[in-house]
């Protein structure tokens, strides 16, 4: 069984849509996140949900907008979408603490066009 | 503020060859660090982690990291590398909220 799915696995789209992927863990985690790897592999977060509550905010634009309807999921929907916001985004999750390792998704390969 | 430095872009190696990988942490704590793997097309995967204790640590896939305070460091190595290996590796530290800092990765090239 897959611990952290994320889908769909590639996306293509034109600047200006609107676009979502989703992600679902089965470890039974409290703490999910978001993080963004640009073309040269750097890896930066994005946001956290411990128990469905928003705790990491990285001066992420507006047009990004995480959801989580439950401990298990994390959605990430971006409106308006830009050149810029090509980059693989990978889900993730841990248990609560920073000296919990994160589990990671396959990621999500984002292309726009 | 917190930051991780991974000196090497690429690195290459025969296989056979023993391999070490540069990190450095700059962090005000006692930080725990780990390292990642990425296969190409694939997430990033736990190799080890260090918390506290022995500054010596054992990692899946016969790798092994040593903790050093006084040089802010946290080398991985391998004894003898394999042509699997070939991978991009991650270091990073915890910085006491749940957010890891990642450093830019060290792309490793196992050549037969």
């Known amino acids: 069984d897959t611990a952290v799915s994320q889908t769909p696995k590639y996306l293509v789209t034109q600047m200006g849509n609107d676009k979502s992927i989703k992600c679902e863990q089965n470890?039974?985690?409290?703490?999910m996140y978001w993080y963004k790897q640009d073309s040269k592999k750097f890896l930066k977060i994005m946001f956290s949900y411990n128990n469905k509550e928003l705790i990491i905010n990285e001066t992420v634009p507006n047009r990004f907008s995480p959801k989580s309807p439950d401990k298990a999921h994390l959605n990430l929907h971006i409106n308006s979408l830009e050149l810029g916001d090509s980059a693989v985004y990978f889900c993730a999750s841990s248990k609560t603490g920073s000296d919990s390792p994160l589990h990671f998704g396959n990621g999500t390969r984002l292309t726009v066009t | 503020a917190q930051s991780v430095t991974q000196p090497d872009i690429h690195i290459t190696v025969s296989e056979g060859a023993s391999l070490e990988l540069r990190c450095n942490y700059s962090?005000?704590?006692?930080?725990?660090l780990f390292w990642y793997v990425q296969s190409p097309g694939q997430g990033l995967q736990l190799l080890l982690k260090?918390?506290?204790?022995?500054?010596l640590v054992q990692g899946i896939k016969g790798f092994e990291a040593e903790f050093k305070r006084s040089q802010s460091s946290f080398n991985l190595r391998k004894p003898s590398v394999h042509w699997s290996d070939a991978a991009e590796y991650f270091c990073a530290v915890g910085t006491g909220t749940d957010k890891l800092i990642f450093g830019t990765g060290t792309r490793l090239q196992v050549f037969p």
């Open positions: 260090y918390f506290s204790g022995d500054t």
């Open positions: 962090y005000g704590a006692t930080p725990y």
């Open positions: 470890l039974g985690h409290d703490t």
